[in-house]
């Protein structure tokens, strides 16, 4: 018994510690780290407050917030159209209104249920709908109509875009259509076998469709009459178009989400789900659909290629779905929560991949403000996304392979280099701004200053080269390496350049002085440099599989870094120095702690050698391209 005890109360210490941990974790808003330690306190001695800690906690790492606050099930949910105002419907009857998370109003009436609740397109109006077989329109708080008419249980509504009308649907199989101001019902709309389980209008207002059990899409006119009749294997649960009324998507038991053209051609099936799928749901934008499913999971496509991009995570079935004006996403689960996550934000955990291109990947690079992450590959195309979801909002193409890219500090333009030429770009331009030609061999590297008025440039013509961004006049030409000049970094100050060369030597250059000013010799051809941010530090990448530390001023190695199983291609600093990364042949980055080399951690996901590393302006995430044809995304948060 005194043993028992004993491990008892080493548990309840083992579990204070881990809460303390968690709390200081939290406080730093290091929700990644505050999640893990909170989970472990609850494993270590078990308390409900603890557990919901920990699911905050994680809610915040993923961008995701929890609003409790049902007494049971949340079944459905609807952003007004200002983005700012969430209604969440109940299986307890109620419906509720959030600001900014928090709960303003609690809207009763309904006796059973709520199954179904949209805002008019004013904002002036919800609708809710109700096992009850009613609906109830609802303003300011309060209820200013009943609408009765439906038999049995309504399980969804939908408001036409001008608001001139309002349709629902449910389990006694018809479709119904009111005016807002007129209660009165009208004759419903008949054809259906089965429940009908969802309703949407065209964005032009000219459709409405509306999806059953009994496996069939119907279309209406405004008046009513009936159009085509699009008929499926199993039961539907959700429909929606898009904004721009081109693509309808629609699931439900199949698992799979079909999205279709207007004229009922079928363009993409989607697949991922393990269970029904109980809701889709385009952004604002329509580049991205969201699906919910009772496998307890939501998901983010892409609507450009059609591909997964994200998961998020709740303890029971996902019901509803719904897109706030500012890409916020919110979730509404049988566990009797809602999610509220923001897709474009950092995940703080999570690895994103960029595909689509059909050649090596051989440089990426971060736009200066952290949201755009520029790619270059061997197939001749540039691309620029957006970063978390994987979007790809620019693509340049080129009759030739790419082999470097930059972004200026500016943000104000990028450059790209292929064959002999170097292109600079401005953002969203169709064509470029300028070309810089001067180089008498293949430009290997790019780099713009951190005032973005030079570019320094390296070639298999074993030159250095600096530009003047503005006029494209060359103003630097410095040789002396033997053979091809593979990279170059810029000091902190701007005024000096290293450059590596598979002569077997990094050359320190200022860029007032004709010869180097320092050379560092290696065993094997040298691929990458970098400089450390405080401006005394080089790191090296070799063939030999070895990362080396330099004392640029003394000239002297201070470290050597081993564990590759390949040549070293590519390494960075941190923005703070505190990390030092490098991947090579054998596809994988290695982390290493800036002030002594020692080995933090490696990131194993690339299939082939890693080509390139670019680190967040504000670091915390890192960027790698590979021959792999992809980019990723990591994140390496100290």
Not at 278 to 297: H, K, N, P, Y
Not at 318 to 343: E, I, K, M, N, Q
């Amino acid at each position: 018994m005194r043993a028992e005890a004993l491990a008892k109360e080493v548990r309840r210490l083992k579990a204070l510690v881990l809460e303390l941990k968690g709390d200081h974790a939290a406080e730093k808003a290091d929700w990644p780290r505050a999640a893990v330690c909170l989970a472990a306190s609850y494993e270590q001695e078990p308390q409900p407050e603890r557990r919901d800690r920990a699911l905050q906690a994680l809610a915040h790492a993923w961008g995701t917030r929890i609003l409790a606050g049902h007494k049971q099930a949340v079944t459905c949910l609807a952003f007004a159209p200002d983005g700012k105002t969430l209604a969440s419907g109940s299986a307890d009857g109620t419906a509720g209104l959030w600001i900014k998370s928090k709960r303003v109003a609690t809207l009763s009436g309904h006796t059973k249920g709520v199954s179904a609740l949209g805002f008019s397109p004013d904002g002036k109006l919800l609708a809710t709908a109700s096992h009850d077989s009613t609906l109830r329109l609802w303003a300011g708080g309060q209820c200013q109509a009943t609408l009765e008419g439906h038999t049995k249980g309504v399980l969804t509504l939908a408001f036409a875009p001008d608001g001139s009308q309002l349709a629902s649907a449910g389990k006694d199989k018809t479709v119904r259509l009111w005016v807002p101001s007129d209660p009165t019902p009208r004759k419903p709309l008949e054809g259906h076998t089965k429940t009908v389980r969802a309703l949407a209008w065209s964005p032009q207002g000219d459709l409405l469709v509306s999806a059953s059990d009994d496996g069939s899409d119907r279309l209406w006119t405004p008046a009513g009459e009936p159009g085509p009749v699009l008929q499926h294997d199993k039961p539907l649960r959700t429909v929606a178009f898009s904004p721009d009324g081109a693509r309808v998507a629609c699931a439900g038991k199949g698992k799979v989400i079909q999205v279709w053209s207007r004229a009922g051609k079928l363009l993409a099936t989607l697949e991922g789900h393990k269970r029904t799928v109980t809701r889709v749901a385009w952004s604002r934008d329509g580049l991205l659909l969201a699906s919910g499913s009772e496998d307890g999971t939501a998901r983010l496509w892409s609507a450009q290629t059609n591909t997964a991009l994200k998961t998020l995570a709740h303890e029971d079935a996902v019901v509803d779905l719904a897109w706030s004006c500012d890409t916020a996403l919110a979730t509404a689960s049988w566990d009797r929560t809602l999610g509220l996550a923001y897709p474009t934000r950092s995940s703080g955990e999570d690895l994103l991949r960029l595909a689509g291109h059909k050649k090596d990947v051989i440089a990426v690079a971060w736009d200066p403000e952290g949201k755009r992450v520029a790619s270059a590959s061997k197939d001749g195309t540039l691309r620029v996304w957006t970063t978390q979801l994987g979007l790809e909002r620019e693509r340049h193409e080129f009759d030739a392979p790419l082999t470097a890219l930059g972004w200026s500090p500016t943000a104000s333009e990028y450059a790209s280099a292929s064959g002999k030429e170097i292109t600079l770009w401005q953002p969203g331009a169709a064509k470029p701004r300028l070309t810089l030609a001067g180089h008498e061999g293949t430009v290997l590297s790019v780099s713009f200053a951190r005032d973005g008025k030079r570019l320094a440039s390296t070639s298999e013509d074993k030159t250095l080269r600096v530009w003047d961004v503005e006029s494209g006049k060359l103003v630097v030409a410095r040789s002396g390496h033997e053979e091809t000049v593979t990279s170059l970094s810029w000091a902190p100050d701007h005024e000096r350049i290293a450059t590596c060369s598979t002569d077997k030597s990094v050359r320190i250059w200022n860029l007032e002085s004709e010869a180097a000013l320092a050379q560092l010799a290696h065993p094997e051809s040298v691929w990458d440099v970098s400089w450390a941010p405080d401006g005394k530090r080089l790191a090296s990448a070799c063939q030999d599989k070895v990362v080396r530390v330099w004392d640029v001023e003394a000239g002297v190695k201070l470290l050597e870094l081993k564990g590759h199983e390949g040549n070293v291609h590519s390494l960075r600093w941190s923005p703070d120095g505190a990390l030092l990364v490098s991947g090579g042949d054998d596809g994988v980055i290695f982390l290493w702690q800036g002030s002594d080399g020692k080995l933090l951690g490696k990131l194993a996901g690339h299939s082939e050698p890693v080509r390139e590393l670019s680190f967040h302006p504000k670091g915390g995430l890192l960027a790698s391209a590979a021959w792999d044809r992809t980019v990723r995304v990591w994140d390496v948060e100290a």
